[in-house]
């Protein structure tokens, strides 16, 4: 696979002062266990090189399959968090298939959970952390999609009465940092109260045409909206990542992997 590109993103919220820089994030998404250099030690340095606030993990940092390596993934979270970094992650469908049936993974997402917590990286099943930084007080939530919505030709609407009574009402004193790995329900999110969704899950289209965008998603939806990079809709930001890695289809044509920087800053 290509070497990883570094994105960047500026955000901007009426939720910092005009004009002022805002916290940096870092944002990973579909690693799927791959490795830059030993243990993932070019793509740690590439992170750090950025100082970034904290790290946002958009899911599916390994794939959910028997025998799976957590190496990769784990290697790199430490090295980040080796230097003091706060990461915060929330699941993909790969770590949730995981955690949902261990009667076919055993104990497997739960060892990796227990190696994030050593790491004093908490998952964020359905769970909100806050955090603050650059004076911006800011909640961060970890969105775990039913695995309904990820079948092949779903095309099933999610609400955002829905997210409501999974992750409960933000409050819009905070600025509100949505980890949800499948962009699709961008929409719900942002009527949720999502200052800012980071997604992934798409790969950024398998094959991009320039000019045109990704082609096909994993449900098998051609020319998706949401494919890669950065939209606002009432007010709403969404970054999706092209993701890091591949699973299954080990295929990307002028479609880099990406390590996504995020600046916030006033508007
Ligand atoms: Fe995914």
Redesign the pocket.
């Known amino acids: 696979m290509s070497d990883f590109r570094i994105f960047e993103y500026e955000v901007n919220t009426a939720k910092l002062p005009d004009g002022a820089e805002g916290p940096v994030f870092c944002m990973l998404a579909?690693l799927h266990s791959h490795s830059y250099g030993e243990d993932n030690s070019r793509l740690a340095r590439a992170v750090l090189a950025q100082k970034p606030d904290a790290v946002l993990v958009a899911?599916?940092l390994l794939t959910g399959r028997l025998g799976e390596s957590f190496l990769p993934a784990v290697s790199l979270l430490r090295q980040l968090r080796s230097e003091g970094l706060p990461v915060y992650y929330g699941n993909?469908?790969?770590e949730y298939r995981m955690r949902l049936h261990p009667e076919l993974y055993g104990n497997m997402y739960a060892e990796y959970a227990e190696a994030l917590r050593e790491l004093g990286i908490v998952p964020l099943e359905n769970e909100k952390a806050a955090f603050q930084a650059k004076g911006l007080s800011m909640v961060i939530y970890g969105f775990e999609l039913e695995e309904f919505y990820?079948q092949k030709f779903c095309w099933a609407n999610f609400q955002e009465e829905e997210l409501e009574r999974i992750l409960g009402k933000p409050d819009e004193e905070h600025y509100n940092i949505l980890l949800a790995?499948?962009p699709v329900y961008f929409h719900a999110y942002a009527e949720w109260g999502a200052d800012l969704t980071v997604s992934?899950?798409l790969h950024g289209g398998i094959i991009r045409i320039p000019g045109i965008g990704g082609v096909i998603t994993?449900q098998a939806r051609l020319f998706p909206r949401y494919d890669a990079g950065h939209f606002r809709w009432k007010g709403r930001d969404l970054v999706v990542s092209r993701g890091l890695g591949t699973h299954t289809i080990n295929l990307r044509i002028f479609n880099p992997p990406e390590l996504s920087v995020i600046r916030l800053k006033g508007e």
Do not use: F, L
Request: charged share 15%; aromatic share 8%; net charge negative.
């Open positions: 579909d899911g599916d993909g469908n790969h990820y790995h499948n992934g899950h994993p």
